[in-house]
Nanobody, 121 residues
């Protein structure tokens, strides 16, 4: 079994900062791409940022220059530093991990339970 546990969400004023964390645990052989997605009420879930095992990053245009994704492979942990937050960043943020359960296994896709980020204007 694999578990993804997110933390760091909360209520912040516009212009403020938050740091999200996602820790993967369980029978993990290797982690591939890790990413953060978000879903606001009435909207589809969208990619915020993702990072490969070698550190290559990709960001949604709406967060470029404000958010920074990183990972600590030794700790099976991913972070999202969110600065200059705006009201439109309000959403539930989900951790997503693609991983292998064993050598030569296919990639499996896992989601965290989500953490609420609310930005007040």
């Amino acid at each position: 079994q694999v578990q993804l546990v997110e933390s760091g969400g909360g209520l912040v004023q516009a212009g403020g900062s938050l740091r999200l964390s996602c820790v993967a645990s369980g029978r993990i052989f290797s982690l591939d791409v890790m990413g953060w997605y978000r879903q606001a009420p009435g909207n589809q879930r969208e990619l915020v940022a993702e990072i490969t095992s070698s550190g290559t990053t990709n960001y949604a245009d709406s967060v470029k220059g404000r958010f920074a994704i990183s990972r600590d492979n030794a700790k099976n942990t991913m972070y999202l530093q969110m600065n200059s937050l705006k009201s439109e960043d309000t959403a539930v943020y989900y951790c997503n991990v693609k991983l292998r359960l064993g050598e030569g296994s296919p990639l499996f896709n896992y989601w965290g339970q989500g953490t609420q980020v609310t930005v007040s204007s």
